[in-house]
């Protein structure tokens, strides 16, 4: 019988222990150590795209990642932290979502909410047996899989280059539909010298309205600061700019947001849940892997009857 991805959690950590292990490896080790059959290790899910357990030995590990037991040093790869070893050393059981939620990182993963969506994407928890309907059980999953994955989005970018998170920001305009991004934005974005302002993108086609942009790819726990607003909006009267996006990976404090809403100049604030809601709304730095169509019955096909 394949294992719950919960039960899983604590044999891919201790899989991780020692050295950086390609996750393929931990897939065919777990495999061999449960005894799995061969029919069970190539099981598909429902999709039939997709086997089972490396599935679920994918969600260990992204939860396990989550709660900052797990780490990936390079494509493919996952070490334990030196949280997770510590864990480790506690010769514990298990490890499931219950005693993942002791620790902070994991409980700002589960407490993501996304403003624009209804109720029942309000918990990216994992999916249990309950009383949700299917549909309602499809929309939970399909929240869930986008907030693991808007925050591995954002991780990957926190750790790339600076020249990285300029590419990313461009891409990211040019898909949401910005006339273009001209080429002295593609020189300037991401660096110094250009009176504060880190980029401009043409608001429609001709270039006949510009937007400034400024970029600071921060850690999760640097917030963007009042003063950081002021700067901007001071870079932005040097252009005589009256619009400006302030992109950051981190958060923005209180009193800068506070700071912006007061300003004579419009500044939008994209923070990094919304950078990473962004490049999954507009496929930036990930693809659709599959296609889901919920259908219902047509009553009007039927209403002669």
Same mark, same amino acid.
Request: proline letters at 3%; charged letters at 25%; a neutral charge.
């Given at each position: 019988?394949?294992?719950?991805?919960?039960?899983?959690?604590?044999p891919?950590?201790?899989?991780?222990?020692?050295?950086?292990?390609?996750?393929?490896?931990?897939?065919?080790g777990?495999?061999?150590?449960?005894?799995?059959?061969?029919?069970?290790?190539?099981?598909?899910?429902?999709?039939?795209?997709?086997?089972?357990?490396?599935?679920?030995?994918?969600?260990?590990?992204?939860?396990?990642?989550?709660?900052?037991?797990?780490?990936?040093?390079? #494509?493919?790869?996952?070490? *334990?932290?030196?949280? @997770?070893?510590?864990?480790?050393?506690?010769?514990? %059981?298990?490890? /499931?979502?219950?005693?993942?939620?002791?620790?902070?990182?994991?409980?700002?993963?589960?407490?993501?909410?996304?403003?624009?969506?209804?109720?029942?994407?309000?918990?990216?928890?994992?999916?249990?047996?309950?009383?949700?309907?299917?549909?309602?059980?499809?929309?939970?999953?399909?929240?869930?899989?986008?907030?693991?994955?808007?925050?591995?989005l954002?991780?990957r970018?926190?750790?790339?280059?600076?020249?990285?998170?300029?590419?990313?920001?461009?891409?990211?305009?040019?898909?949401?539909?910005?006339?273009?991004?001209?080429?002295s934005?593609?020189?300037?974005?991401?660096?110094?010298?250009?009176?504060?302002v880190?980029?401009?993108?043409?608001?429609?086609?001709?270039?006949?309205? #510009?937007?400034?942009?400024? *970029?600071?790819?921060? @850690?999760?726990?640097?917030?963007?600061?009042?003063? %950081?607003?002021? /700067?901007f909006?001071?870079?932005?009267?040097?252009?005589?700019?009256?619009?400006?996006?302030?992109?950051?990976?981190?958060?923005?404090?209180?009193?800068?947001?506070?700071?912006?809403?007061?300003?004579?100049?419009?500044?939008?604030?994209?923070?990094?849940?919304?950078?990473?809601?962004?490049?999954?709304?507009?496929?930036?730095?990930c693809?659709?892997?599959?296609?889901?169509?919920?259908?219902?019955?047509?009553?009007?096909?039927?209403?002669?009857?």
């Amino acid at each position: 019988m394949i294992p719950d991805y919960q039960a899983l959690m604590l044999p891919v950590l201790r899989f991780a222990k020692d050295r950086p292990i390609q996750a393929k490896e931990v897939i065919q080790g777990l495999a061999d150590e449960i005894g799995l059959t061969a029919e069970e290790r190539e099981q598909l899910l429902p999709s039939g795209r997709h086997r089972m357990f490396d599935n679920r030995v994918h969600w260990a590990k992204t939860y396990l990642k989550q709660a900052g037991l797990l780490s990936y040093p390079r #494509r493919g790869f996952l070490v *334990a932290t030196e949280a @997770g070893q510590k864990v480790l050393s506690q010769r514990i %059981d298990r490890i /499931d979502v219950t005693f993942l939620k002791g620790f902070e990182a994991f409980r700002a993963f589960l407490e993501r909410r996304r403003a624009d969506q209804d109720d029942l994407a309000l918990a990216p928890e994992p999916i249990a047996a309950s009383a949700a309907t299917p549909d309602e059980t499809l929309r939970l999953a399909h929240a869930q899989i986008n907030s693991a994955l808007g925050a591995e989005l954002l991780e990957r970018v926190r750790n790339a280059s600076s020249e990285f998170f300029e590419h990313v920001i461009i891409a990211l305009l040019s898909a949401m539909g910005y006339g273009g991004v001209s080429p002295s934005a593609t020189q300037v974005l991401g660096r110094t010298g250009d009176d504060g302002v880190d980029g401009v993108v043409n608001q429609d086609a001709l270039g006949v309205d #510009r937007i400034y942009v400024q *970029a600071k790819r921060y @850690g999760r726990r640097n917030s963007i600061s009042a003063g %950081d607003i002021r /700067d901007f909006f001071g870079a932005l009267n040097l252009k005589k700019a009256h619009k400006g996006i302030f992109f950051t990976t981190s958060s923005f404090s209180p009193s800068a947001m506070q700071t912006a809403s007061g300003l004579s100049v419009r500044i939008v604030l994209i923070d990094g849940e919304q950078l990473s809601n962004l490049m999954i709304q507009y496929g930036v730095g990930c693809r659709t892997e599959e296609t889901l169509h919920l259908k219902k019955i047509d009553d009007d096909f039927f209403e002669d009857i």
